[in-house]
């Protein structure tokens, strides 16, 4: 692939840029700020997030949309918060065969909507969705990692594998993209549920009770959505799920831990919160639209949204648990 374009120079999108540099002649770094973009130019580090990690010579960094026009594959790698803006500001710029990738495991509240949902409203619905176990630290590490990719469009799909596949970064193709995107926000709030457990000091036999819960109903979600049962199976859904909910590198296992131990957070302060009590209300209210019920929805709602103690939410919790 001659240029490809990642938009985002956070940590999952610095790592990202590392990985396609393997394949693409030049790979273009969209980001917003002046000052992070000239330190990267000056000593080819993004001291931010990785300040021991050099990047690759072909990595190039700008804030002018301009310079991707001619991208043939374009990854979104912001926060779900961003991407309506992001999204109007390529409209009429990026070029009309653009293969548009997201990458953020999130949903807009309160229209209900995914990423693709919105890259739909603006561009159409051959894009690719991608989803995984994936830290974006051990990407940047080049340790061996594994993550789905979804489309409508298999060639689309085919293309973004080419660009992404590493021998340390493995890609697999499956055709249900709304069980992919949903199985990105439902594993945030199992991840939160076994926080909570964790910061209340649960049993560890109860914790990995509330966890296959958290799987069981993540199938039952996606299946009334219209979504494939067996994407809960993938690396997005069973993989990304137990290591977002077990690994105490997650935020959401942290924003959890936290509310389970019943301490006050700044919540302005912290971008995790915001993300994380947007997905809760969102899934709430698909659980709702849906007529579909979670327990485990229920029990992360009643903590985060309600400010339900967390003993007095689990206790309910555990009433219904079967």
């Known amino acids: 692939m001659e240029k490809v374009a990642i ?34 130019n000056n000593t080819g580090f993004n001291n931010e997030y990785y300040p021991n990690t050099r990047l690759k010579d072909n990595i190039i960094t700008t804030m002018d949309y301009d310079d991707i026009k001619d991208c043939k594959v374009i990854i979104l790698a912001i926060p779900s918060s961003a991407f309506r803006s992001v999204l109007k500001d390529l409209k009429g710029v990026i070029r009309e065969d653009a293969i548009l990738v997201t990458t953020a495991k999130g949903i807009e509240y309160p229209s209900l909507k995914t990423m693709g949902n919105l890259i739909e409203e603006y561009f159409d619905d051959q894009y690719v969705a991608l989803s995984g176990p994936n830290f974006a630290s051990e990407i940047m590490l080049r340790l061996s990692t594994v993550s789905n990719i979804a489309s409508r469009s298999r060639e689309n799909a085919e293309i973004v594998k080419s660009v992404l596949n590493t021998p340390q970064f493995k890609v697999k193709i499956i055709d249900d993209v709304v069980g992919l995107e949903i199985c990105g926000v439902t594993k945030n709030i199992n991840a939160i549920a076994n926080g909570i457990c964790e910061g209340m000091n649960i049993n560890e036999n109860a914790r990995y009770g509330v966890l296959t819960k958290g799987f069981s109903e993540t199938k039952d979600i996606i299946k009334s959505i219209g979504g494939e049962e067996s994407t809960v199976n993938e690396y997005c859904g069973f993989g990304d799920l137990v290591l977002t909910s077990i690994s105490m590198e997650s935020r959401n296992h942290t924003l959890g831990v936290l509310y389970g131990q019943r301490l006050i957070i700044d919540e302005k302060a912290s971008g995790a919160i915001f993300e994380g009590k947007n997905s809760i209300k969102a899934m709430k209210d698909i659980c709702n639209k849906y007529n579909t019920k979670s327990v485990i929805v229920d029990f992360v709602y009643d903590v985060i949204i309600n400010q339900v103690p967390p003993k007095l939410a689990f206790r309910v919790l555990w009433d219904n648990i079967e």
């Open 7 to 40: 938009i985002g120079a956070g940590a999952l999108g610095t790592a990202l840029a590392q990985t396609v540099a393997e394949n693409a002649n030049e790979v273009y770094l969209h980001l917003r700020r002046e000052e992070l973009m000239e330190e990267i």
